[in-house]
Every structure is written in structure tokens, then in C-alpha cells.
């Protein structure tokens, strides 16, 4: 699953959620921490980050951690990057396979990545990746390149047998223009073919920014400030409504989205602005209706020191009857800014704080990339270790108890 990046101020990201329900709600009752392994290291070479984390996605008992490899402040230096896979075992996550590029001009495959029960998908620099697992064993079904020599690639996003990705050129002044999302499917010979591309039924031409996907539904947020719900029907995608932001100015409405069950969150990590500089951002709950769907709450962070340029709802994900909600910047000193997720419980249609996550260290320069899948999350410190220039970073996983 993809991340939204938020750059902040240097900052390391120790990212722990505690123990105990801060709102007397759904309890933690496992935590594992997962870190690159002496493979991983080696395969970088010298001076190049392993990133581990640097993407991170969940389903079921499977995970998949993106480790694209590059070197800090000098992007056209990439290796080949890789996707490590971890299978729960008990009470453990152990890693069971590494998935590799197939093509040797390939960089930074893990870059994005989503994982939909036996399929993964992964965005390398110019390609994107399918992997299936079959027999216990994972290899790679379909590699697909970029749709033209000057596409910039987003992010990627699965469900079922599909899976789609956004896709923008640059105009003259190296701005993104003309996005469109790609949605593939497979085909009754078991590969996967492009079967829609997507876009606005409006002259909006920035939709994909954010991209989710959930058993034939597919939302796709754009710029300025909107969210687009497309509907399979019968062989056809089409577009089913247009979700706008409830605040006035949009707030950038639609920076992430996510979808279970029908439900949808979108973050406006620009919301309530201050001035144009500072912004405390918000997330709004959309609940279906007959095919369309109606806003039905915000969700506000439950911090008492919250900075006023929080950007609250840059990231969001959703799993069984919980919610999560990334906050890049929440000390009030925002020379030292703290990174945060909160999640909250679902209960019927309403969703209340459970929990708030705190983060602290030197030399972070992103908000940690997370997902949910069932009563799990993930929670990449990509950043939260630097040796000689290089990051390594490291992964959480935590589960919480039964819903109710």
C-alpha cells in the first residue's frame, strides 16, 4: 500500500504506541519489530541506504516491506532495490522470500507496494512488478513498463485479481500534468491486461494523487481537492460520483484515501489554515448510501499539543473496525517536530481514538509509511537509523485484540 511523503524538518522517527488503550478502547496485544537483514545490507553496496520500509503493506498474515535502495541527496543513484516478504509464524514474522527485479535495468523496486492476499505489487523506478505465490513459493507473473518514455510513475494499489496505478507526465516547468490512473485485471489465461484508464468526467486532470481499491470500487483522489469513486460494471469502469471537501478552501481533500468495506476516509492535511504556511489538517469519514455515498463524521487529531502545521491526515488505512491517521508534525516546537499515527476504533459507523503513537530522535525527513490489514498494523521507521551516511531502518508490526 502507498504512502503519502511528507517532508519535515530533520527528525528520526521512533515510532512506539503504547501498551495500554489511551481511550479505554481495543488493547495491543503483540508487537514485533523487524529489521534489514545482512542480505539486505550487502546488496545495497557502498554508500547506498537500504531503506527498509521505505513502503510497507499488509494482508492477512503476509507482509511486504519495500527496501528500494538509493543514496541520500543524489536520486540518480539508485540500486536495485528489493521487496522482502514476512509470513506470521506463530508469534513471530519470519521472512520467507525476497523478491528481485526481473530486468536488470531496473532500480528501486519497492519504491511502492501493495499486497492483496497471494498477489504483490511493486513499482520499481521505470516498471512495475507482479508476484504471485503459489505452492508456498512467490515469482514473478507480469512486469509492465511505464506507459510512455516521459510518464512519472504514483502509487499502486490491489484487490482481487486487479490492480491499478496513477501515472502523470511533467509540463516545462517539471509539474505533474495529465494524470490518469491504469487498472489492470486478469485474464481468464491468468495474465494481467490494462482494462481501463481513468479520469475525471470534469477537465480535472490531476486525479491518482492518492489511489485505493476495495472489490470493484476505486477511489482516486485528485488536485485540487476532490476525490473520485469509479465502480466496475459489468466489463466497464465508470465514474460513480465526486466527493468534495466539506470546509471551505479544500484543505487538499484527497491527499490520502483509503476503503473497507465500503467506508471511505479521506485526509485534508490542509485543513484549517492559519495562514498559508500552517495547517492543522483533518480526515472526513464518507459512508455508503444506495450506491453513493454521504460524509458522516471528521476525524480530528486527539493531541493536546498539536502544532498548528500538524498536517493531520497526510496518511490514512484502514483494517477490521479500525482506522489509522498519520500526523508528520505534532510538537508545538516545530524546529524538533514529533511524528505520530493514531488509530481509531470502529464502532457501527462511528469511530472514536483509541490509540496515539509518538515518535523522537534525531534526523527523520518523512512520515513513516504504514498500513492495516484485519486487527493489524504496520509501521515503517525507514529512517530510524543512520550509520555513514547510510539508512537502514526498521518495521513494526503490532495486532490488536478481537473486535468486538
Known sequence: MTATTVRIAPLAVWLLLVAAPAFGQSAIVSSVTLRPTAEDREATGPHVSVNFGASVALSGTTAAIGIPHEVE????RFGPGRVGIYTKVQADWIRTATLVPSNPSDTRLGRDVD???DLVVAAAENS???????????????RIGLPSPDSVPGPVVCSGNSFAQSFSRRDDQGQPVAARVYVYERTRGGDFA????????????????????ERGILVAGSEPDALYVFARHRDRWIERQKLQSPVAGGGDFG????IRDRIIIVGAPGVDLPDEFRSDGDAFVFLPHRGSWFQSQSLSAPLPELSPSAQFGSKVAMGRRLAAVGVP??????????SVVTVFDRIGAEFTPAHTGYGAGPDDQTIPDFDMSGRRLIVSEHESLRLNGQIFGKVTILEFESAP
Do not use: H
Not at 541527496?73 to 540518480?76: E, S, T, Y
Not at 505465490?133 to 514473478?140: D, F
Not at 490494462?194 to 486532470?205: E, F, G, H, V
Open 73 to 76: 541527496d543524489q536520486p540518480q
Open 255 to 258: 491527499a490520502a484515501v483509503a
Open 115 to 117: 499486497i492483496c492476499g
Open 194 to 213: 490494462l482494462a481501463a484508464k481513468l479520469r475525471a468526467s470534469d477537465p480535472n486532470d490531476q486525479i491518482g494523487r492518492s489511489i485505493a481499491m
Open 329 to 338: 508534525i505534532t510538537a508545538a516546537d516545530e524546529i524538533r517536530p514529533t
Open 128 to 142: 512495475t512488478y507482479v508476484f504471485q505465490r503459489r505452492g508456498g513459493q512467490w515469482r514473478e507473473i507480469k
